[in-house]
């Protein structure tokens, strides 16, 4: 059963880079199949996808979020990382890592989700 | 503005059944088998119940059903318990350039 945990400062200033790690564990993230996603969750509000990345480190990104996102993988280290520049309040948001099925497009197991606040 | 259009809440009593629709084009889900369905408690990440349409993946309840007739893709959770009251978010690929789209959530209540 595989698990996905987030990792990174749950306070960002307005202006500078949000940066987040999924660690996986229970399997590998270079195992075919999968691709390796972020999702975001505004308070009380619905899901956003943000994009994701191949364990080749091919990516795709929400074309809303595309100028200011840096996803990247270490396969070393079974992780993937997201990097979002120039945040403002409006990133403020729950992010979730999750494993997406690249046969059925289905996100089919998800991080806890951590709450990343962008306050001065 | 969340591209796929879901009731805001539905509510039945426990025993029941209830169906969410999910609204969306021919670019999502009227074009796609790849419509997934996920249950989200308060303060707990979203959990997959459906995916491609109407297949259940394993440990999720055969209570839970999907369908889809054209546009529109729907959850039917029969027998209604307790613990299915959460909300519920229907999800698409899309063949624009967004990749996969999200409906805005439907609040089950059980009364």
């Known amino acids: 059963q595989v698990q996905l945990q987030e990792s990174g400062p749950g306070l960002v200033k307005p202006s500078q880079t949000l940066s987040l790690t999924c660690t996986v564990s229970g399997g590998s993230i270079s195992s075919g199949g999968y691709y390796w996603s972020w999702i975001r969750q505004h308070p009380g509000k619905g899901l956003e996808w943000i994009g994701y990345?191949?364990?080749?480190?091919?990516?795709y990104s929400n074309p809303s979020l595309k100028s200011r996102l840096n996803l990247s993988v270490d396969t070393s280290k079974n992780q993937f990382s997201l990097k979002l520049s120039s945040v403002t309040a409006a990133d403020t948001a729950v992010y979730y890592c999750?494993?997406?099925?690249?046969?059925?497009?289905?996100?089919?197991?998800w991080g806890q989700g951590t709450l990343v606040t962008v306050s001065s | 503005q969340s591209v796929l259009t879901q009731p805001a809440s539905v509510s039945g009593s426990p025993g029941q059944s209830i169906t969410i629709s999910c609204t969306g084009t021919?670019?999502?889900?009227?074009?796609?088998?790849?419509v997934s369905w996920y249950q989200q408690h308060p303060g707990k990440a979203p959990r997959l119940m459906i995916y491609d349409v109407s297949n259940r993946p394993s440990g999720a309840s055969n209570r839970f059903s999907g369908s889809k007739s054209g546009n529109t893709a729907s959850l039917t959770i029969s027998g209604l318990q307790a613990e299915d009251e959460a909300h519920y978010y229907c999800c698409s690929y899309t063949t624009t350039n967004t990749h996969v789209v999200f409906g805005g959530g439907t609040q089950l209540t059980v009364l």
């Open positions: 990345i191949y364990h080749t480190g091919n990516t």
């Open positions: 999750a494993r997406e099925d690249s046969s059925s497009w289905s996100l089919d197991s």
């Open positions: 021919s670019s999502d889900i009227g074009g796609q088998k790849h």
